[in-house]
């Protein structure tokens, strides 16, 4: 069985699942709502349903066969139970949490996009130990952009590409795009950005595919050597 792809909406599952086939990996596509819309609408007004939808979902993968999954959603990962997952046996789930450490391990400033406020709290969950500021900015409109066919359009219509241009002149060390949805836009914001960029979605599909490579060879899939999901 292939990796399963659990994202917020079809979009972002699908861009998920064509990143991992794209580098070989057979995935199937899991999406937790049928629009950002309805993504939103969960994560503000029924969190508690959406975790509990969530943590029905890992537990079916692991019945289904499916040894990793990768949470391809910053805002939904910011939501759900990551500890609960963790605890299901069959299944490992690579979620944006390690990306973001990373981040704050390798840079001291870093101003991080968002597609909604869910996961600008989840970014700051993670790393508000560490010494590593944040400046998070959202922007729903740019997913819906991106959602309806032209996410190149998309980019050159939105606020981001004057947010990248004053990112460079306040001397961030790096952007990150902390929506998977912005995965789609990422060429357009090479070109504009002059600082590094961290894109989460590219990220997750790199530490899924060795976290397959790692249950291919008879690796534990449940969680990480120190217990937590990664």
């Given at each position: 069985m292939g990796i399963a792809v659990v994202a917020g909406t079809p979009f972002d599952a699908g861009i998920g699942a064509r990143l991992l086939r794209g580098a070989g990996y057979p995935a199937t596509a899991y999406p937790m709502a049928g629009s950002p819309d309805e993504q939103d609408a969960l994560q503000y007004e029924r969190p508690d349903a959406l975790r509990a939808a969530y943590l029905a979902l890992v537990r079916d993968l692991g019945a289904r066969g499916h040894r990793v999954a990768m949470l391809f959603c910053n805002s939904l990962s910011a939501v759900v139970d990551h500890e609960a997952a963790?605890?299901?046996?069959?299944?490992?789930?690579?979620?944006?949490?390690?990306?973001?450490?990373?981040?704050?391990?390798?840079?001291?400033?870093?101003?991080?996009?968002?597609g909604n406020g869910s996961a600008v709290v989840g970014y700051e969950r993670v790393t508000r130990s560490a010494a590593h500021s944040a400046l998070g900015v959202s922007d729903p409109a740019l997913v819906r952009a991106v959602e309806a066919g032209d996410p190149a359009a998309a980019f050159h219509a939105s606020n981001l590409p004057e947010t990248l241009r004053l990112a460079g002149r306040a001397r961030f060390d790096a952007v990150v795009l902390a929506c998977t949805h912005f995965t789609a836009v990422l060429p357009q914001v090479l070109a504009a950005c002059p600082l590094p960029v961290v894109d989460v979605g590219s990220r997750l599909v790199e530490l899924t595919a060795a976290a397959a490579d790692a249950a291919a060879r008879g690796g534990a899939p449940g969680g990480t050597p120190g217990g937590r999901a990664a």
């Open positions: 963790a605890r299901v046996p069959a299944v490992r789930v690579i979620s944006p949490a390690t990306v973001y450490r990373e981040v704050a391990a390798a840079h001291r400033r870093a101003l991080v996009v968002t």
